[in-house]
């Protein structure tokens, strides 16, 4: 990889953005200040690659603000060893994080552009643990499965049924759960045949499309 000059940026990001407002886990701080967010931006965009907000990368989509993506992932309680499975790849950054915590991830884009250009971004940032598939996401991917965490990063009216069969016994499902324009932040826990659900507070995320989302 060549020299990487915005270690600083990344640094406050981490600081200012994401530990000020409470995310304190180590092992995610430490992935958002390792992983180079401006390689997964589109190049016009790359100086606010470390800014407070989510940014377009074409086709619809978004990569999302830096504090959402550390939110999310430290929800997830990520292991070492866990196999990790992502809904809505986007530009990759996403995935490169849950790369640098787990052991594997597979994540599905529907997409097939996105799909290509998430796989460069994964590439260039030296990223080897994550299959990218081309699928409805909403269908989640049975060959992979069972997962020991799931993550949605796109809105969905509710979860998906398949993602929650999925799902380990003793597995984490985080996702935006509401309407198009405003969902909940909810965290699912699966213990046999039980599902416990908690709400992390208010996001806006794109529609995530597909047999068990929103219709086109």
């Given at each position: 990889m060549a020299h990487d000059t915005r270690v600083?940026?990344?640094n406050q990001m981490v600081e200012y953005q994401i530990r000020l407002r409470g995310v304190s886990d180590e092992r995610v701080l430490d992935a958002m200040r390792k992983i180079p967010r401006h390689q997964f931006v589109p190049e016009s965009l790359?100086?606010?690659a470390?800014?407070?907000?989510?940014l377009p990368i074409g086709s619809g989509q978004t990569i999302s603000q830096p504090y959402i993506v550390a939110l999310m992932t430290e929800l997830m309680e990520v292991g070492a060893n866990d196999h990790i499975l992502e809904i809505g790849t986007g530009s990759g950054y996403q995935a490169a994080i849950l790369g640098r915590l787990a052991a594997s991830v597979v994540s599905v884009e529907r997409i097939p552009d996105?799909?290509?250009?998430?796989?460069?971004?994964?590439?260039?940032?030296?990223?080897?643990?994550?299959?990218?598939?081309v699928s409805d996401g909403t269908e989640g991917y049975p060959a992979g499965a069972p997962y020991d965490c799931i993550l949605i990063t796109a809105a969905a009216p509710d979860i998906p049924a398949p993602l929650v069969d999925?799902?380990?016994?003793?597995?984490r499902l985080v996702a935006p759960v509401g309407s198009r324009d405003l969902q909940i932040l909810v965290k699912l826990e699966k213990h046999g045949s039980a599902v416990?659900?908690?709400?992390?507070?208010?996001?806006v995320f794109v529609?995530?499309?597909?047999?068990?989302?929103?219709?086109q």
């Amino acid at each position: 990889m060549a020299h990487d000059t915005r270690v600083e940026e990344r640094n406050q990001m981490v600081e200012y953005q994401i530990r000020l407002r409470g995310v304190s886990d180590e092992r995610v701080l430490d992935a958002m200040r390792k992983i180079p967010r401006h390689q997964f931006v589109p190049e016009s965009l790359s100086a606010a690659a470390y800014n407070d907000s989510p940014l377009p990368i074409g086709s619809g989509q978004t990569i999302s603000q830096p504090y959402i993506v550390a939110l999310m992932t430290e929800l997830m309680e990520v292991g070492a060893n866990d196999h990790i499975l992502e809904i809505g790849t986007g530009s990759g950054y996403q995935a490169a994080i849950l790369g640098r915590l787990a052991a594997s991830v597979v994540s599905v884009e529907r997409i097939p552009d996105v799909a290509a250009g998430a796989e460069k971004n994964l590439d260039k940032a030296g990223i080897k643990n994550v299959t990218v598939i081309v699928s409805d996401g909403t269908e989640g991917y049975p060959a992979g499965a069972p997962y020991d965490c799931i993550l949605i990063t796109a809105a969905a009216p509710d979860i998906p049924a398949p993602l929650v069969d999925q799902l380990k016994d003793g597995g984490r499902l985080v996702a935006p759960v509401g309407s198009r324009d405003l969902q909940i932040l909810v965290k699912l826990e699966k213990h046999g045949s039980a599902v416990t659900r908690t709400s992390h507070g208010g996001v806006v995320f794109v529609p995530l499309l597909g047999r068990y989302g929103w219709n086109q």
